[in-house]
């Protein structure tokens, strides 16, 4: 069975496919066959596409900057090239699909209808950023692949169960009424790794209490207890919560409206300012990317410095808020590009807790460590860092899905 992911964003379309067979699935991710990505920010270009197969990496610049057509560029090399994996695209049989935005209809992976991909579309004004591009992907396949079944995995089903006091804003009601509430987002990453923490713990995932910290260019936590979200601090998009590469985290609301009073700005120069030139970028001046902060912290840049310190301020803050909503924790895992690649980050979280007896083995926390716990030997909680395989963890709901 031959299993085809896609992960559009709204700057990158990454892809991948893979071969599973069997009558059960591998607990852990198969290599897959081939690996794609389309960098679409490429200044006064047509955008990049980079290829992965069997370990050799192969760039080229796309033909044309209509995004369809780049889509059905990558999937040629999936047939074409030195090192075809595929006789014919006819070979897949399912394609699947991660959806940021699945509002209140959607909480569970849903195969591709008309009717879903309008409510795609409808819920694009909750992520602008992601949903459009979200459904130029299913497009794509619909026209290079024809009628393949297509099955969408929605970001904010994970925390569909939220309870009520979590998710609903102390604002009237009938706001709520009308969807206004806190859905979350990264659901399939915290979902994931929740998992393979119960695995890499050896307990089962319905015992335990996980505090899941996604640190990436976008940030978010999750309570998870018994295997399903409780709390988590994105809300009605992806803007609320952490400090963030570009976007602000939470702030106080009242300050729009001061902007808006005194400055006269509109809501397209807020979209800008809040989801665009804040965060690491806003406060440093310099770069959305921690690594080009930190770089400029060791060379003593004091706006630099201060970035750093309210992204940990705030991670901290969030972390015990998350753990006073579970009443205990089992584990504390860090996952994504900052989660899994920055020692320091997670050095500087886990000390606001040493109280309650969580304290980290520095030499394996700097050790580059992968699906592995960095706590120490006398720590009351494991401090797990884990891969996320958020395209792995489509691949699999793909596999059930084609085969009920």
């Known amino acids: 069975m031959k299993i085809l992911v896609l992960n559009a964003g709204s700057s990158s379309q990454k892809s991948c496919l893979y071969q599973l067979s069997g009558e059960t699935l591998p607990e852990q991710s198969p290599k897959p066959l081939w690996e794609a990505n389309i960098d679409w920010s490429v200044a006064n270009g047509r955008g990049v596409l980079k290829v992965k197969v069997q370990g050799a990496t192969q760039e080229t610049k796309l033909e044309s900057d209509d995004r369809h057509q780049g889509m059905a560029q990558m999937l040629d090399t999936l047939t074409q090239g030195e ?84 998710a609903v804003y102390p604002i009237p009601y009938e706001w709520f009424e009308k969807g206004i509430r ?21 307990k089962p995932l319905d015992s335990l209490k996980i ?37 602000s985290g939470s702030i106080d609301p009242a300050i729009l409206i001061y902007w808006m009073r005194e400055y006269d700005l509109d809501a397209a120069q807020l979209d800008e300012m809040l989801n665009k030139a804040s965060g690491f970028k806003g406060v440093s001046g310099i770069s959305a990317d921690l690594r080009t902060i930190q770089e400029a912290i060791a060379q003593g840049n004091k706006r630099a410095q201060l970035a750093l310190e309210i ?80 395209d792995w963890a489509i691949a699999r709901q793909c596999w059930h899905q084609y085969r009920s």
């Open 83 to 166: 090192t075809p994996v595929l006789d014919q695209l006819s070979e897949i049989d399912i394609v699947g699909h991660r959806v940021v935005h699945g509002g209140q209809d959607y909480t569970q992976p849903t195969l591709v209808t008309p009717e879903v991909k309008e409510a795609i579309a409808r819920l694009s004004t909750l992520a602008p950023a992601h949903n459009p591009a979200n459904l130029e992907g299913i497009e794509a396949i619909e026209q290079v692949l024809g009628d393949i079944p297509q099955l969408v995995v929605f970001d904010t089903a994970f925390h569909s169960k939220i309870p009520l006091e979590a």
């Open 211 to 247: 505090i899941t910290c996604h640190l990436g260019n976008g940030c978010s936590l999750a309570a998870i207890k018994d295997g399903v979200s409780i709390d988590t601090t994105m809300g009605f998009t992806p803007l609320e919560g952490l400090m963030m590469g570009n976007r």
């Open 182 to 202: 806190r859905y979350g987002f990264h659901g399939i990453s915290h979902q994931y790794c929740a998992e393979r923490s119960a695995q890499i713990l050896g």
């Open 311 to 390: 992204f940990i301020h705030r991670l901290r803050a969030l972390i015990g808020a998350m753990l006073a909503s579970l009443g205990g924790l089992d584990a504390l895992v860090f996952t994504a590009g900052i989660g899994e690649n920055n020692p320091e980050v997670r050095q500087k979280a886990c000390e606001a807790f040493e109280f309650l007896g969580v304290k980290l083995d520095l030499e394996k926390n700097s050790s580059s460590p992968v699906n592995l716990d960095v706590a120490s030997h006398d720590s009351t909680v494991p401090v797990l860092v884990v891969h996320t395989e958020e």
